[in-house]
């Protein structure tokens, strides 16, 4: 452990002379050295250009000594693999856990893959929603005046910010969309609860969405 402690301070402090150094050095100056390319990297079909950053070869290799010493690459390998690396929380990062075989075989996964589905079968018939279309928990509302014949409102209506505001006293967050048509005509109500949303909170979405529903279209006769 001490030996690493060590490893790591040297490599620090050759790093901190390194940026002294290179405060004096112009960038077009450095553009022109001669191991300027091995400093564009490739990643799969991911190029990564480092030529016009105030860095050396030198610097990217003691930065990777210093990752590799502080055990970057097996927290990285932790981290896709859904283990809890928060240490102050003692949680996997969200976006990785959600992709761990564990986690998609649950019943949380398996009711908010299928969000879009449940609010299709709750709303789909209702008379002035034309589409509901999206995918995971990124979902799109679209209102129209002629379910049948896809006949927007007339936007001086101000149908998207209505249910928004709707929605919003029934206790539920939403994004109200205008003119998504033509760029005047065309009522959205976008729909992007977070990652950490459980499996109960689809049917109180759900619930107080046809409470703002109600606020608004009741008093229009389809």
Do not use: W
């Not at 449940?118 to 799109?140: A, E, M, S, T, V």
């Not at 927007?152 to 209505?162: L, M, V, Y």
């Not at 009522?187 to 969405?209: Q, S």
Request: charged share 25%.
């Amino acid at each position: 452990m001490e030996d690493l402690h060590n490893l790591n301070n040297a490599i620090e402090g050759e790093l901190q002379q390194a940026a002294q150094d290179i405060r004096s050095q112009h960038l077009r100056d450095l553009v022109h050295t001669p191991d300027r390319a091995a400093l564009c990297l490739q990643f799969e079909d991911l190029t990564v250009d480092c030529t016009r950053q105030p860095i050396t070869l030198k610097i990217l290799e003691k930065l990777v000594m210093l990752a590799k010493a502080k055990s970057l690459p097996d927290l990285l390998d932790d981290l896709f693999a859904g283990k809890a690396i928060n240490l102050s929380e003692g949680k996997p990062v969200t976006h990785c856990a959600l992709r761990s075989p564990e986690y998609q075989s649950g019943e949380d996964y398996k009711k908010r893959s299928s969000f879009v589905d449940i609010l299709r079968q709750k709303f789909g018939q209702h008379p002035f929603i034309g589409d509901i279309r999206g995918r995971g928990l990124f979902i799109g509302i679209e209102f129209v005046a002629d379910r049948e014949q896809k006949t927007p409102f007339d936007p001086s209506n101000g149908i998207n910010r209505r249910v928004k505001a709707a929605t919003f006293d029934a206790g539920l967050l939403c994004y109200p969309l205008g003119g998504t048509i033509d760029g005047k005509k065309g009522d959205l109500l976008l729909l992007a609860p977070p990652l950490i949303m459980e499996a109960g909170h689809i049917e109180e979405i759900t619930h107080k969405l046809e409470i703002g529903f109600e606020k608004v279209f009741d008093s229009i006769e389809p």
